[in-house]
């Protein structure tokens, strides 16, 4: 685990002070009825430097809509 391997080189206090980063930004939320994004939870992860598969086919942007009737 990444929190084992964190705790031997660093210590427990690093290990400790990433369980509680990580706790803190995935409970920011948006108000109820928005969808939110946990751009901080990316952040903390170190997810936000690359595009994955749901970046990019996720989007309302990406949904197809036919703009003349099919038969």
Do not use: H, W
């Not at 803190?24 to 948006?30: K, L, N, P, Y």
């Not at 939870?41 to 997810?47: A, F, K, P, Q, R």
């Amino acid at each position: 685990m990444k929190c084992d391997m964190i705790r031997r080189v660093y210590g427990s206090a690093a290990a400790m002070r990433m369980k509680s980063e990580r706790a803190a930004a995935e409970s920011i939320q948006r108000l109820p009825g928005l969808e939110s994004s946990f751009v901080a939870l990316e952040v903390v992860l170190g997810e936000d430097n690359t595009i994955g598969f749901e970046d990019v086919l996720n989007s309302e942007y990406c949904v197809y809509t036919a703009r003349f009737a099919l038969n």
